[in-house]
Structures are given as structure tokens and as C-alpha cells.
């Protein structure tokens, strides 16, 4: 890794069990709820509630492609962004490469039941939604795993 | 009096036993020092959950302005008619009094508050078997309303405390999407006014020779951040001496690793004295944290007591082994003794039927 120099951000991604990946980047994507964010160094301070998606920490650069990438799968969470660090709080976190696809199908499938099923509650759709889109993003990450 | 073939076999038997209780001993060292290792990895992620909740706390109005209400059905207050109580036990026994001392608090919980309905959720195999059969099971029946959507109803209670759930195995393999399933279920109950509130009894752990048994309150919350312990059973001097010396003798640290550090480290989180964006409405956010701090409560007394389980299986386990060897001891001593004896009777014959000649 290249030595952490004035403009790297100090990302940190931490999920319930223990702190999964600590380390300096230039760079990092996050799925806020309401849409994916990057964050460079010496951003503003932010607060911002997490959605389901992949977490990109960019620690060639900002070329996406670049190999030095890497990704998480993050399904729920909270950051929080200071001028030279990103900590990220996730409920769940795993590497794209360790997602069970056949089992992130399947809940895509209960979620669509519960789509189907949630009737005029508005809590069963909530919860439906949710399942679908953590279902969602678990496939779109792993399969671009395949891609490369 | 026993002979000596009878003895030896006996001093065998044991010594075997004692093999079993050592290699135990080594086992659950070894699987406390894991479980010492995963409630430390976990406190960075409740510590974070804190402290993001503190500063929340002070730039969010609990009230709306507008109606007045509270900005999140966790805080509300509601006279303590029906409680929920988790208890948190162990899965397996040879631990000693463990699994006997967290179902005598629970016990003490529940005749304490002979007015209040109780709903109990058990976790762990012992104390779902011990409370199964002391208290009836909540029945649920099938209902279909106007909609035409099936629906759970709960019947007439039977009595005063109820069981509504049990959990066995979930300590096993302490799975994060289980618990959250819990504490999920848990806030939904109290949030659909099934309960008043939530108290958890289980086995804090510090470290090896601070521990004690705690009930806490999970809801309402009154104040993030602190313990909101309503009762708590110390360890006497004496079981802290055993303890300690049991983890001495497995290569056990009696304090915890350091790591004050960081935890100031964690504390930082969302805390900077700077003005953040908040992407979504602080109440918002607040809304959102609420169900993860209950989580990582609910997470930190499970990785707690897994700790306490192993910690206290051990300390049973060394003292097996020593009785043990203490009765080995004996028993050898016993058998020398005999084996003199018969040896001497042998002589006297032989040397009065000398003398006889």
C-alpha cells in the first residue's frame, strides 16, 4: 500500500462483530440511502444513513477500474464522513466474492412474497422493500465479481 | 475392607475421570479466550452506536414541535402493566451453578413482580427446559381479519407469566441476522404496545474475576449510553478466588486486554464538535440508530454471557480435577495402607507357623 500521504482519508468499515477493514484512501463510494455518494478528502462533515449496496474504498485512485478497489457489500448502516476520515458503521458487511447467490435469490423471492402478501400495511411493504433491495444489490455485486 | 485389586481399579476409574474434567478445562480455556476475543471486537461497533446516539440526543428535540409527540415510540413511558424478560442462560451444563444462578434471579425477577404480567423469552437450552416446565407456553391462534389476511392473535393467557419464545442454539454460533431478528421482534412488540417494557437477565463479564449477574431494562429507553441496571448479584470473595485461580492454571489473563485507546478512538464517532450535513433529517437518523443500539445491547449480553458460560465451566471443571487428585490421593494412600496390612498379616502367619514347628 502506498504510504498514507496529507490526502488520504482514513477509512474504516465496522459492522457489529469487529472493525473488518481499516485503511488509507483517496477515495470511497458509498450507497447512502438515497443514492450512491463519493467521498475525497476534506469533505464536509456528514452524517448519512446507509442503504444496501457495495461500498468501493478507491485506494489507487479514482478510476473506478482501477485494481487497486477494493469492495464491500453493505446492507444497512450508518457513516459518518469528517474531513480526512470515513468511518462507516454497517449492520452487514461481506467481501462480493463471499455472497451465497443462490441464497440471495431465494430472499429475493421471499421478498417479492411479502410484496405480494403485504396487502394495505404499510410496515409489510417497508420490510418487503427492504428485503428486496438487500436481495438486489447482493446479486448485482456478486455478478459483477463473474465480469472480471 | 475393600482389598487391593478393588482399590487400584477404583484409583483407576478416577484417574480417568480426571483426564475428561482436564481436557474440558483446556477446551472451554480455549473457547473462553475466543469468546474474550469476539466481545472485544464487538465493543467498537457499540461504543460507536453510543456515542453517535449521545450527540444525536443533545441536536435532536425529543418532542416535535408541531404535535408534540415523541420523535420515536422507544421513549415512551407506559405504567409497567406486562414486561417482557429475556433470559439469557447457557446451552450446556457442567458449568456449575451458572445456568442455577441466572434462573434464581430470573425466579427472583418474576416473584417480585407478582401483579405485572410477564412475557419470557428464553435463550438457551437450560433455561427454555427449566422454564418450560415451570410456566405454560403463550398460545397463539389464526385469525382472519376483514382483509382477508391471516393473523396471529394470542389467546387468554393461562397465568401471570407466559413463555412467548425460546432460542436454543442461538449462543452457539452467535449469528448477527439472529439476533437482529430478536431485537426486531422486540421493538415491534414494544412499539405495538404488547409490552410495557424489556429487561434482560444474563452474566455480565468484565473480565474473568469481575463478573456478576445483572437485570437490565432494554425499553423504554430513559437514557442512552448509561446501563440501565435494576438489579445486580456479585460474586463472593470466594468464588472470585476460584475463578482466578482456575484461569491462572489454563493460561488465562485475568484482566482484559487494553484497550482503552480504542475506545476513545471509537468514542469519537459522530461526536466532532463541527457542524455535519445530515443526509437525512437528524430525527430521521435518530429513528434509525434507535433499533441498532437496542441490537448492540442485545448483542453485547449474548457475547457477555457466552464469555461468563466458558469462563464458568472452566472454574467447575479445574475444580473437578482437583478433587480429583485429592481423591486419588486418598484412595492411594488407603490402598498402601491395606496392602501394608495384608503384607503384615501374611508375615505374623508365616512366622507364628514358624514358631509352631
Known amino acids: ?148 | 475392607m475393600a482389598n487391593v485389586l478393588d482399590l487400584r481399579r477404583r484409583i483407576r476409574s478416577v484417574k480417568n475421570t480426571r483426564q475428561i474434567t482436564k481436557a474440558m478445562k483446556m477446551v472451554s480455556a480455549a473457547k473462553l479466550r475466543r469468546a474474550q476475543e469476539r466481545a472485544l471486537a464487538a465493543r467498537p461497533y457499540a461504543r460507536m452506536i453510543t456515542s453517535v446516539l449521545q450527540s444525536l440526543r443533545g441536536r435532536v428535540d425529543l418532542f416535535d414541535e408541531k404535535t408534540g409527540n415523541l420523535c420515536s415510540p422507544l421513549f415512551v413511558t407506559r405504567p409497567e402493566k406486562r414486561v417482557l424478560l429475556i433470559v439469557v442462560s447457557g446451552d450446556k451444563g457442567f458449568a456449575g451453578a451458572f445456568n442455577a444462578n441466572i434462573l434464581k434471579v430470573a425466579y427472583q425477577f418474576i416473584n417480585g413482580n407478582p401483579d405485572k404480567e410477564i412475557d419470557i423469552e428464553a435463550v438457551g437450552r437450560k433455561s427454555r427446559d427449566q422454564l418450560r416446565r415451570r410456566y405454560p407456553a403463550a398460545v397463539y391462534t389464526e385469525q382472519t381479519d376483514e382483509h382477508g389476511q391471516t393473523l396471529q392473535v394470542r389467546s387468554a393467557r393461562q397465568g401471570n407469566v407466559e413463555l412467548t419464545g425460546d432460542h436454543p442454539g442461538l449462543l452457539v454460533k452467535l449469528e448477527i441476522s439472529r439476533v437482529e431478528a430478536l431485537a426486531h421482534n422486540i421493538i415491534a412488540r414494544y412499539v405495538h404496545e404488547e409490552i410495557d417494557a424489556a429487561y434482560i437477565v444474563y452474566n455480565e463479564f468484565k473480565s474473568v474475576i469481575s463478573q456478576r449477574l445483572v437485570v437490565e431494562r432494554l425499553l423504554p429507553l430513559i437514557e442512552v449510553g448509561k446501563q440501565q441496571i435494576t438489579g445486580a448479584v456479585e460474586p463472593t470473595a470466594e468464588e472470585k478466588e476460584r475463578r482466578a485461580e482456575a484461569a491462572l492454571s489454563a493460561g488465562i489473563d485475568l484482566e482484559p486486554a487494553d484497550t482503552t485507546e480504542a475506545e476513545e478512538e471509537a468514542k469519537k464517532f459522530g461526536t466532532q464538535n463541527v457542524d455535519y450535513i445530515y443526509e437525512q433529517p437528524p430525527s430521521e437518523l435518530f429513528a434509525g440508530l434507535l433499533p441498532q443500539y437496542i441490537f448492540s445491547m442485545l448483542y453485547h449480553a449474548m457475547t457477555e454471557s457466552v464469555a461468563a458460560e466458558h469462563a464458568a465451566r472452566m472454574t467447575a471443571m479445574d475444580s473437578a480435577t482437583n478433587n480429583a487428585s485429592d481423591m486419588i490421593d486418598d484412595l492411594t494412600l488407603h490402598m498402601n495402607r491395606v496392602r501394608q496390612a495384608a503384607i503384615t498379616k501374611e508375615i505374623i502367619e508365616i512366622v507364628s507357623g514358624a514358631a509352631a514347628l
Do not use: C
Request: charged letters at 30%; a negative charge.
Open chain 1, 1 to 148: 500500500m502506498a504510504e498514507p500521504t496529507s490526502n488520504q482519508l482514513r477509512v474504516r468499515l465496522v459492522t457489529p462483530e469487529r472493525i473488518l477493514f481499516e485503511a488509507d484512501a483517496p477515495a470511497v463510494e458509498l450507497p447512502a440511502k438515497n443514492g450512491y455518494m463519493e467521498v475525497l478528502y476534506g469533505h464536509a462533515p456528514l452524517m448519512a444513513e446507509l442503504g444496501a449496496g457495495d461500498v468501493r474504498i478507491h485506494q489507487g485512485g479514482i478510476e473506478s477500474t482501477s485494481p487497486e478497489t477494493t469492495r464491500y457489500n453493505v446492507s444497512w448502516g450508518f457513516v459518518e464522513v469528517l474531513g480526512d476520515r470515513v468511518t462507516i458503521l454497517a449492520n452487514d458487511a461481506l467481501k462480493p466474492e463471499e455472497i451465497d447467490v443462490t441464497r440471495a435469490e431465494q430472499q429475493l423471492d421471499r421478498g417479492e412474497n411479502m410484496w405480494k402478501e403485504a396487502g394495505e400495511s404499510e410496515e409489510a411493504y417497508d420490510e418487503a422493500l427492504r428485503v428486496i433491495s438487500e436481495a438486489e444489490a447482493k446479486i448485482s455485486s456478486a455478478a459483477e465479481v463473474e465480469k472480471h
